[in-house]
Nanobody
């Protein structure tokens, strides 16, 4: 029904930048808060940043100052601009979104993840 498709992951050298994208597809009446998470091997999945439909952002300490979340409502897409990447940022990055499929049905969905590898 509703899917989140991530792109933009890959291999980058320390100090470099990447921009992740996550596009929501399917029947969407309203796209509410979207967010980015990551999970490194052997670690818990952690929240990085969220952005509301109105553009209000929140950042975890690990992301604040280096990462920027944004969205393009016309494209149903959320972005994560990552600068000054460090090897510790290596993880699978997931996008998450809250949707209204109708006025009365709210769901939460996850993307399948995109791998970011930062080399030293």
């Amino acid at each position: 029904q509703v899917q989140l498709v991530e792109s933009g992951g890959g291999l980058v050298q320390a100090g470099g930048s990447l921009r992740l994208s996550c596009a929501a597809t399917g029947r969407i009446f309203r796209l509410n808060t979207m967010g980015w998470y990551r999970q490194a091997p052997g670690k818990q999945r952690e929240l990085l940043a969220t952005i509301t439909s109105g553009g209000t952002t929140n950042y975890a300490d690990a992301a604040k100052g280096r990462f920027t979340i944004s969205r393009d409502n016309a494209k149903n897409t959320v972005y994560l601009q990552m600068n000054s990447l460090e090897p510790e940022d290596t993880a699978v990055y997931y996008c998450n979104a809250e949707f209204l499929t109708t006025l009365y049905s709210r769901i939460n969905s996850w993307g399948e993840g995109t791998l970011v590898t930062v080399s030293s």
